[in-house]
């Protein structure tokens, strides 16, 4: 059975290459999607080099190989979660090593820091890099590695990634981003300077809310090794049938995206001009504090909407359960709309003080918009809203 690649020409757009992904197996059955392998092992010798699915499937394969087409790259390796991709990167690192961080890194990448591989000695430093005197940092603390995101989660702080990973690059220090919230359809590191490029692939590049899984992204083959060897020694790896969903989710990510960015750049401006909301932090608005870097280095503002309500908290909590289309949940980037309360989801267990620190106020919200019809968010919006007069 071959593995047909449809995608020798690097020319075709987005939405050509996300749907005529890499791989199939079509040549002999003539399959229009490909089959789920689920098998645990594989005979020995056979010639495409699988053994044991904990370090290789043909599902993961073909995900690899449609990742490695969006992101433009050569090497792509996938794990069952955004956090086991995280986890394969840290375990390369070893005792002592330091990791200067974005302050602002998405919640579970700071426990996993601070909780679990602290207690193995790897170090790190907080700092904000939208300060660029801030860059002087890394010469006189030599981390081994950079971590960054952009935009971040749930400030939407754009990170200026080509200057930064230009400074890091002259250095040797590997720069890692997290890409989880632009997508490779909005930004991609790799081509910015980036090392790595990761994401959690339960959100956009799903987009159904109903599979979780990561990718790592690189061009440099030595992380490709390490990263594959982490997979299956960690056992990091995912299943072939959330490989197999996840790339029947891929095919309409460009076009879900579309939508979904279109609505929430509509929503952001009705947000900003309305009465109970004191601003609207959104990547694409003249008002958004780094909005010349999100021009260059992103090709939309993305469907995150973060506002800050003129509330206090429980007023606040009490019109996100009053919206009809916006579920109140965690998690993002699925085609339905969702609407997250960090003071008493996300944030609930932060302390007062890092919570002032974090921007994290009792009347923030943060919209994850989905793919439903403008005018039904709008009024939905509007009309909860209308509980806080
Ligand atoms: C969700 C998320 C993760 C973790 O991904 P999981 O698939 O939930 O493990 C990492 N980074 C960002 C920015 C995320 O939004």
């Known amino acids: 059975m071959a593995l047909v690649n449809k995608n020798r020409d690097a020319a075709p757009g987005i939405n050509t290459r996300s749907i005529h992904h890499g791989e199939s197996f079509s040549s002999e059955t003539g399959t229009v999607m490909p089959p789920i ?22 599902n993961f394969r073909i995900l690899e190989s449609v990742l490695s087409s969006v992101e433009r790259c050569k090497h792509v390796t996938v794990f069952a979660s955004g956090v086991s991709a995280i986890t394969s990167i840290v375990s390369t690192l070893g005792k002592g090593d330091l990791v200067l961080c974005e ?78 919230f632009a997508t490779p359809v909005l930004q991609r590191p790799l081509e910015l300077g980036a090392t790595l490029s990761l994401c959690s692939t339960t959100k956009y590049i799903n987009g159904h809310s109903d599979a979780l899984g990561g990718a790592v992204c690189t061009e440099d083959v030595r992380w490709k090794e390490q990263l594959d060897f982490a997979q299956k020694s960690l056992g990091l790896q995912p ?29 952001a401006k009705q947000l900003s ?12 608005l003249a008002s958004h504090p780094q909005h010349e870097i999100a021009l260059k280095q992103m090709q939309g503002g993305g469907a995150i909407v973060t506002a800050k309500l003129k509330a206090d908290q429980s007023q606040t909590y009490a019109m996100c359960k009053s919206l009809s289309y916006f579920t109140m949940a965690e ?25 002032i620190k974090l921007g994290i106020d009792d009347g923030l919200v943060r919209l994850s918009v989905g793919c439903e019809d403008l005018e039904d968010l709008s009024i939905d919006l509007n009309r909860a809203l209308e509980t806080l007069r």
């Open 103 to 180: 302050e602002n890194l998405y919640g579970c990448t700071v426990r996993l820091f601070e909780e679990v591989f602290r207690r193995f000695g790897v170090k790190t430093e907080w700092i904000d890099f939208t300060d660029n005197s801030n860059l002087e940092k890394i010469d006189s603390l030599r981390p081994k590695m950079i971590w960054l995101e952009s935009p971040t989660n749930p400030m939407l702080k754009v990170l200026d990634i080509s200057e930064i990973c230009s400074f890091a690059n002259e250095r040797a220090i590997p720069v890692v981003v997290d890409n989880t």
């Open 37 to 58: 392998f689920p098998s645990a092992t594989f005979a020995h010798g056979n010639e495409y080099g699988f053994d044991y699915t904990r370090s290789g499937n043909p």
């Open 331 to 355: 998690s993002l980037g699925g085609v339905e709309s969702l609407i997250c309360h960090p003071a008493t989801m996300t944030h609930s267990s932060v302390d007062r003080d890092t919570k």
């Open 239 to 267: 299943s072939p049938f959330d490989c197999w969903l996840i790339t029947r989710g891929i095919k309409t990510m460009p076009l879900r995206l579309e939508r979904q960015i279109a609505n929430a750049l509509a929503l």
């Open 273 to 284: 001009n309305h009465m109970k909301v004191e601003w609207v932090r959104y990547p694409f």
